[in-house]
């Protein structure tokens, strides 16, 4: 066989095949190609852009010849060929003899990784090793090096439905041939040449905006909106600057297994008397802690989970972050702040100081379905009831059956702007739970440059009653704008106990607006008219027991009639929402107006007799169990 007719070019193109080969790389099909084709081939070049008419040789392969042939051509005190004129196609030039001048050809776009992505977080931590180093980096120690430059985990995937994290992306690293992978069973990897360049172009363009961000963490701009930042705004980025990072903190290794203290006893708060004037609300001194004697802390309830196989997560991220949050059963809210005094004493009342901020967390489908069966009402109720001035509702926009949710699309959209205009509340809408630790972080930072500063005055604790809480809030707000008031922790624990807090009314509303149909300003027109659930029961009877001819008394068709119109015949001409029409005063009445049927084996049981007993426990206490109504047992 003839020898090569280029010979300096084939030894390049064969060198850089047996690197391929020891690397094991995707690259050796192509090398070998373009070997063998530059080997065959009987034609000398005068340049190296003259193989790409060869098998195996394209446009980035050309270039590397070319890069190579300039460098030996400066070696050796050549003179670098020229690139060869190439004449036009006749087709391609004017009548008048003249050419068109050639388009320039599309330079095929370079792969970059995308800002803190897994793969840009992979490039800079196999770029931590020397260039010429023999061996590459294992996977564990990859992750370790690549977690604090990704935002996404490597070791769980961002959405529990899904089964990908970050390191998925080193499998489009290596089908880019920027980084190889060797060994076996043990692997290792490494990056390519390519691979180094795009680590060197990261690296450039970091250490350039790096004195930039710099600058912003450093100016006083904080300072400056310290006194405005503690007042919620409808526009994100005023509420808070997430524009740029806050000060590095430092980074104490996650625990894995960390201990969870036990949650703060609810004070017993008693109900006390309802409020008619100012006058009758309490007076008090505040109970004041200074700068410098507490620290504020992120307190997590125990129950926010990623999944059931990973209940932990949340709580590490947040350590990773350089945030130790207080895990304990809250009672409501999913995340507050604290402020927690450096040196409690036993018993002494403030030493937890809730702050006024409070985060209620949903992922989409979650929220879907507290919207179908009302628990997303009863959250916003009590939330407003809470009293914290601050609510943050943060949305995880997790992926969903498209069908499944076109049908509460609308639904949920009427929901979020609900929370928003009527409700005040601040919406913070995150694509995965890494995006809702990165914002809780970044809160955590603000919301102690916020108060560390300022001394925090305190609400006596054995002066809030249920009934005299949020006057008396209103009323500082209203005569002492400048100051802040706080409560304890158990006293906010108290306020805010399912149990503790609901009253009578609260309850009966609640039963009200368990009929589908029934909305708050319904239910409190209900319970404007008929003050007690008993009250409601007894009118029900009244009107099917009136009357008195046949036909017309107990049972007859109209006694039947006037129980079933009850409702709307007293409410039938108000206006708007608070309208009840006869089709929901007939659902009402089915509920409350009926006494059902027992069960096979308990037939002297009825929907009656079980609310007979619950109502009269439920409003004196006193009820006692009449051989009908059944016991129900842990």
Request: aromatic letters at 6%.
């Amino acid at each position: 066989m003839a020898e090569c007719a280029n010979p300096l070019l084939l030894s390049w193109v064969g060198e850089w095949l047996e690197t391929a080969r020891e690397r094991n790389s995707k690259g050796i099909t192509t090398y070998k190609k373009a070997y063998d084709s530059m080997k065959s081939c009987p034609l000398p070049f005068s340049h190296p852009s003259e193989a790409q008419q060869l098998t195996g040789f394209g446009p980035t392969l050309c270039a590397r010849l070319t890069a190579k042939l300039k460098d030996y051509c400066e070696e050796n005190d050549l003179p670098m060929p020229e690139i060869p004129y190439k004449q036009k196609k006749g087709a391609a030039a004017k009548e008048d003899g003249t050419e068109e001048p050639a388009k320039k050809a599309r330079k095929p776009k370079a792969y970059v990784p995308a800002l803190r992505s897994g793969a840009y977080a992979i490039v800079l931590a196999l770029a931590t090793r020397d260039e010429n180093a023999p061996n590459g980096l294992t996977k564990q120690q990859t992750i370790e090096l690549a977690q604090p430059h990704c935002d996404a985990s490597f070791s769980a995937p961002s959405d529990p439905t899904k089964f990908y994290t970050a390191w998925n992306s080193m499998k489009t690293l290596i089908s880019k041939d920027l980084v190889y992978e060797k060994g076996r069973p043990l692997r290792k990897y490494a990056l390519t040449e390519e691979g180094w360049e795009v680590a060197k172009r990261i690296k450039k363009t970091t250490e350039a905006d790096q004195g930039t961000l710099d600058n912003s963490i450093s100016s006083p701009k904080a300072a400056t909106k310290k006194k405005d930042a503690s007042k919620p705004t409808d526009n994100d980025d005023s509420f808070i600057d997430l524009g740029s990072s806050p000060p590095p903190i430092a980074r104490p290794a996650p625990n894995p297994q960390p201990q969870i203290p036990p949650a703060s006893q609810a004070a017993d708060i008693p109900q006390g008397v309802p409020i008619t004037s100012t006058s009758s609300l309490p007076t008090f001194t505040p109970i004041t802690l200074a700068p410098g004697t507490f620290t504020v802390e992120l307190v997590l309830d125990i129950r926010e989970v990623r999944a059931k196989s990973d209940r932990d997560y949340m709580q590490n991220e947040l350590l990773t972050k350089g945030v130790k949050p207080i895990m304990r059963a809250l009672e409501l809210g999913d995340i507050l702040w604290i402020a927690k005094t450096k040196s409690p004493k036993p018993g002494e009342a403030g030493s937890e100081i809730v702050l006024d901020y409070i985060v209620e967390r949903k992922r989409l489908d979650d929220l879907v379905s507290s919207i179908k069966d009302g628990r997303f009402h009863e959250q916003k109720f009590r939330l407003k009831k809470s009293g914290v001035k601050n609510v943050i509702y943060i949305i995880e926009e997790i992926a969903m059956n498209g069908d499944h949710f076109q049908k509460y699309e609308e639904a949920v959209e009427s929901a979020i702007a609900g929370m928003q205009v009527v409700n005040g509340f601040f919406v913070k809408k995150t694509q995965m739970m890494d995006d809702t630790i990165r914002y809780l972080t970044r809160m955590t930072a603000l919301l102690k440059s916020i108060y560390e500063t300022k001394p925090l005055h305190i609400i006596p604790t054995k002066i809030i009653t249920n009934q005299n809480y949020l006057p008396l809030l209103k009323h500082l707000m209203e005569t002492q704008a400048a100051k802040d008031f706080h409560i304890t922790y158990e006293a906010f624990a108290g306020l805010a106990s399912k149990s503790e807090s609901l009253t009578l009314r609260d309850v009966y509303l609640k039963m009200l607006m368990c009929t589908k149909g029934v909305t708050g300003e319904k239910a409190l027109e209900i319970q404007r008219r008929w003050k007690t659930p008993q009250e409601f029961v007894r009118a029900f009877e009244e009107a099917e027991n009136s009357g008195g001819s046949a036909g017309t008394g107990k049972g007859g068709s109209n006694s039947r009639k006037r129980k079933m119109e009850l409702v709307t015949s007293h409410m039938g001409d108000l206006v708007g929402r608070k309208k009840i029409m006869k089709a929901l005063s007939v659902k009402i009445a089915e509920v409350w107006g009926e006494q059902g049927k027992g069960v096979a084996v308990m037939a002297s049981v009825s929907r009656e007799s079980v609310a007979r007993f619950m109502v009269k426990v439920l409003e004196d206490g006193s009820g006692e169990w009449d051989g009908k109504t059944p016991v129900i047992s842990e």
